[in-house]
């Protein structure tokens, strides 16, 4: 029986469907093959006409807080240590509060992008690139130094909880190419060539109503076939509050296989665990569903991703 913000099973896909799906999108996806993967579409014509969506001028995050606590989600919190004014025991002349940071960036709690290094499928990065660049010293192709100079552009968010009438997607729903489009029609909106497409499936609502959970073991997110309707829109950047896969997995064999599609065969950085609590009423309040986003990694040389903290602005 179908839960409170769920629907009837999604398809699973066998490997031979799956394996057709991938050769489908990753032929489609030739434009895509540099460095920067899909991001190529981001051309400064785009992103300047993006920059007119700002009307306000009102800026809203789209990420989490950092997790420093353990739970059942984030088995390795980040550990953040201060150095405080109290510690030094003197009154006098001049002292530094100072705070120390290491985290998980790729955990499944904390706000983060993937460089199109993160995910090795069959031996490979995306484009072909050997799995044998990416050693325990770092990577050396298609790091997070691809986007140092930021991604910039116009942001689309689509609402699938608020499409279905709930306030989250139960964890193991999927949401398809069916409900992107049926969420574009009930919004207004249109994803775009170069559009940052956000899917929100509710999980930071349910995870602060709820609590947490293992998520690793069951979470909503995109079916595979939904990967359509990115390559068709050409969108440049997939943005989720979940990890943008689902869990259970769809496909026999393969865990990830959004990662996998987007990642290794289109070249999409994917943004993960996001938050839209703040930016749904906002988009509710206005009646527009689109604006400018701006991205920026921290300059890690050789990583596969970083903490980021995604800021819409509109």
């Known amino acids: ?79 953040h240590t201060m150095r405080a004014w109290s510690d030094q025991f003197d009154d006098q002349g001049l002292h530094f509060a100072r705070d120390s940071l290491a985290m998980n960036v790729h955990g499944d709690a904390d706000s983060h992008l993937d460089a199109l290094c993160h995910v ?5 990065l995306h484009g072909g690139v050997d799995a044998s660049s990416v050693t325990a010293g770092g990577a050396t192709a298609l790091t997070v130094e691809a986007v140092a100079d930021g991604i910039a552009g116009r942001g689309v968010l689509l609402d699938i909880p608020r499409l279905r009438g ?29 559009d940052l497409l956000f899917v929100r499936v509710g ?71 996001l938050q839209f609590e703040d930016l749904v009423p906002v988009c509710a309040a206005e009646g527009r569903w689109s604006f400018f986003c701006v991205v920026a990694p921290l300059r890690l040389p050789a990583a596969t991703g970083s903490p980021v903290n995604p800021i819409a602005v509109l």
């Open 166 to 194: 709930v306030p989250w997607l139960e964890p193991g729903d999927h949401v398809t190419a069916e409900d992107l489009e049926a969420a574009e029609k009930s919004q207004g909106t249109r994803v775009g060539e170069g």
């Open 1 to 79: 029986m179908a839960t409170r913000g769920s629907r009837a099973e999604a398809p699973r896909l066998t490997a031979a469907e799956f394996d057709a799906l991938y050769e489908r999108l990753a032929s489609g996806a030739s434009w895509a093959a540099g460095e920067r993967g899909a991001l190529v579409a981001l051309t400064p014509g785009r992103v300047a006409e993006a920059a007119q969506e700002v009307r306000t001028g009102r800026t809203v995050t789209l990420a989490a807080p950092v997790e420093t606590s353990a739970g059942p989600d984030s088995p390795e919190p980040a550990l």
């Open 120 to 124: 090795i499928y069959r031996g490979t």
């Open 203 to 273: 999980h930071r609502r349910r995870r602060a109503e709820v609590g947490p959970w293992h998520t690793a073991e069951a979470r909503a997110g995109l079916h595979p076939n939904a990967l359509e309707f990115l390559a068709e829109r050409r969108v440049a950047v997939l943005g989720g509050d979940g990890n943008n896969d689902t869990a259970p997995s769809s496909v026999h064999g393969v865990d990830f296989p959004v990662h996998v599609l987007a990642m290794h065969a289109m070249g999409l950085n994917l943004l993960d665990y």
